[in-house]
């Protein structure tokens, strides 16, 4: 999938999570960073691309994708495995808690989880596409939903834009309705004081 469906899926996820539980009292700064961290998330399997966003726009993103490039065996490999996800989990994990005394007030475990979720939704969205995702690595084994490889999505063609992206979209308007009068109330009250 392109980092554009990737983006948009990563936050469909988190909204799903998010109406599944009563909302918790979060502060701006920590709902600012998740949001920021689950788009990260989202995108970030990909830096085994040489094309991947994060390389891109990221300073340190080309000398750091060249360095993945040799731990990780190539596109679609490590960081698109449960390993990877694990692995995706703990680098966070202690770069969050080396910056948590930077930000008091940032509930990290929360930013923790949005990151994760989005590294989660990305492989979930790949597992629909053509090359399949090998999730059980060492176990060489590509996943793919449908399992017949024609039935299933090419990234960047037709059925990317005219079904995925609209029924992500569709997922959105859906979840947010869900509770629209919670997500007012708490605007209103958590976030602007
Ligand atoms: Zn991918």
Same mark, same amino acid.
């Given at each position: 999938m392109t980092a554009r469906t990737h983006d948009l899926a990563a936050i469909t996820a988190l909204a799903l999570v998010a109406v599944m539980q009563p909302i918790p009292v979060l502060t701006l700064s920590t709902v600012l960073l998740a949001l920021l961290a689950n788009q990260i998330g989202g995108i970030a399997?990909?830096?085994?691309?040489?094309?991947a966003p994060l390389r891109r726009n990221l300073p340190i993103g080309h000398i750091f994708g060249k360095l993945f490039d040799l731990l990780s065996g190539?596109?679609?490999f490590l960081s698109h495995s449960l390993i990877g996800v694990v692995l995706f989990g703990l680098l966070a994990h202690l770069l969050l808690g080396a910056l948590q005394p930077l930000m008091p007030h940032v509930d990290t475990q929360i930013v923790l989880l949005a990151f994760m979720i989005g590294v989660l939704s990305h492989l979930v969205m790949d597992?629909?596409?053509?090359?399949?995702?090998?999730?059980?690595? +060492? !176990?060489p084994v590509k996943f793919g939903?449908? +399992? !017949?490889?024609?039935?299933r999505v090419t990234t960047g063609h037709w059925a990317e834009h005219l079904l995925v992206i609209p029924l992500l979209l569709l997922c959105d308007v859906a979840l947010i309705a869900s509770r629209y009068d919670q997500l007012l109330a708490y605007i209103h009250h958590q976030l602007i004081r």
């Open positions: 399997p990909d830096i085994d691309q040489p094309t190539g596109h679609r597992t629909f596409t053509k090359e399949g995702v090998p999730w059980l690595l +060492p !176990i939903i449908p +399992p !017949i490889k024609k039935f």
